[in-house]
């Protein structure tokens, strides 16, 4: 992603080949503030303070978070322990096992002398395996949105509206996005598209990052409050929703930010096509029923009654909207069922959301 001509990732090694540099995305949209992570216990507050957020950039963090550990402790304990601190930083996200796993299957078999080395090399291939799959899964989606532009454009419309929930897009990804990663190549091909971003309390993650990163990269688009999607949909104002996923079960269930379900049972009365768009290492092949199965993470519940925003004098300052004495939950996620997908879009093509899908595309996990 390019911000003012410079090409970022959102999570990179420092100059001194030890640091990692990550974006602080808590203090975006308004402003742009890098951290250089030097411990394990500074990964971890990153993934759990949600300095960096979204599946598979959890699992990046995560996976140079144990490189840090590997500085700090390179014995099969040390990294065992960190193993453990850094799992428990956010419970729903798959990509944050999957990619402390690889770490440990890459580097428990080395002596310990080379265990620096190997973790900080593995964890750059994670990254950038990462971008690839991000990249790839963009064209199968941009196929999506190329077809249905066709019959739009010989119908005489303007443009494709596309509705997408949170930030699934290059912040949440080391590079590309998921959801957005169909946008942006659909930007490249010459297709008019204008995206309508719910804004996705509590944390607004939609108005902050989505807006933010599409505001960068000039794509037309619309933030709107959560519960706009259902009226826009009846009224034909989306042609189709992409939202990505922090785990989708063997069986194709998708648990992503809290609200997409409510978004896929409003496409679903409305004949309006819903995706998911994932790299493979956001599948859960161990479990097969999302609603029962899946951990959903609950958070502080100041993020339901506090909101943060730029004052007048240009400072970030945190507001109280509900009154002292109210109780608030906050789910961070729900899980949207395998029967409302139209289908799930991934680095080696899109498939139905069911068993007989996913193993259509990934054979090997039969
Ligand atoms: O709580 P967050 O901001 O980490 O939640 C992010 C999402 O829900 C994304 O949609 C999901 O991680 C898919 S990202 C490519």
Redesign the pocket.
């Known amino acids: 992603m390019k911000i003012n001509g410079v090409s970022y990732r959102t999570i990179w090694l420092a100059a001194d080949g030890a640091g990692v540099e990550i974006i602080d995305q808590t203090r975006l949209p308004h402003e742009f503030v890098v951290i250089t992570l030097r411990s394990s216990a500074e990964a971890e507050a990153a993934i759990r303070e949600?300095w960096v957020?979204?599946?598979?950039?959890?699992g990046a963090a995560a996976a140079y978070g144990l490189a840090l550990a590997a500085r700090e402790d390179a014995s099969d304990a040390g990294l065992a322990a960190a193993y453990q601190r850094l799992h428990a930083t956010?419970p729903?996200?798959i990509n944050l096992k999957w990619a402390l796993d690889e770490m440990i299957a890459a580097l428990t078999p080395l002596p310990v002398g080379e265990r620096v080395a190997a973790a900080y090399a593995r964890a750059a291939a994670i990254c950038d395996a990462d971008v690839a799959q991000n990249a790839a899964l963009g064209e199968a989606g941009c196929a999506i949105i190329a077809a249905l532009w066709e019959k739009k454009k010989a119908a005489g419309a303007e443009r494709i509206n596309l509705l997408t929930?949170?930030?699934?897009?290059w912040l949440?990804?080391v590079d590309w996005?998921?959801?957005l990663a169909p946008v942006y190549k659909a930007v490249e091909a010459g297709i008019p598209i204008h995206v309508w971003v719910d804004e996705t309390r509590p944390?607004n993650?939609g108005a902050s990052?989505t807006a933010r990163e599409l505001n960068w990269h000039g794509v037309p688009h619309t933030v709107i409050a959560d519960n706009t999607g259902g009226h826009l949909m009846q009224h034909g104002m989306v042609d189709l929703v992409i939202?990505?996923?922090?785990r989708t079960t063997r069986d194709g269930d998708v648990c992503?930010?809290i609200g997409?379900y409510l978004k896929a049972l409003a496409a679903k009365d409305n004949g309006v096509p819903f995706y998911v768009?994932?790299p493979s290492p956001?599948i859960d092949w161990t479990i097969a029923d999302g609603v029962r199965e899946i951990p959903i993470?609950q958070r502080s519940t100041r993020e339901q009654t506090h909101i943060t925003g730029k004052a007048a004098d240009g400072t970030l300052v945190e507001v109280q909207l509900s009154p002292d004495g109210s109780p608030a939950v906050n789910y961070?996620?729900d899980v949207t069922p395998a029967r409302l997908i139209t289908g799930l879009i991934t680095e080696r093509g899109v498939c139905p959301a069911s068993r007989e899908g996913l193993l259509g595309l990934f054979p090997e996990r039969g």
């Open positions: 949600m957020r979204g599946a598979p950039l959890i956010r729903t996200a929930h949170c930030n699934a897009g949440a990804t996005g998921t959801a944390r993650q990052l939202v990505g996923t922090d992503n930010k997409t768009a994932l956001t993470e961070g996620f």
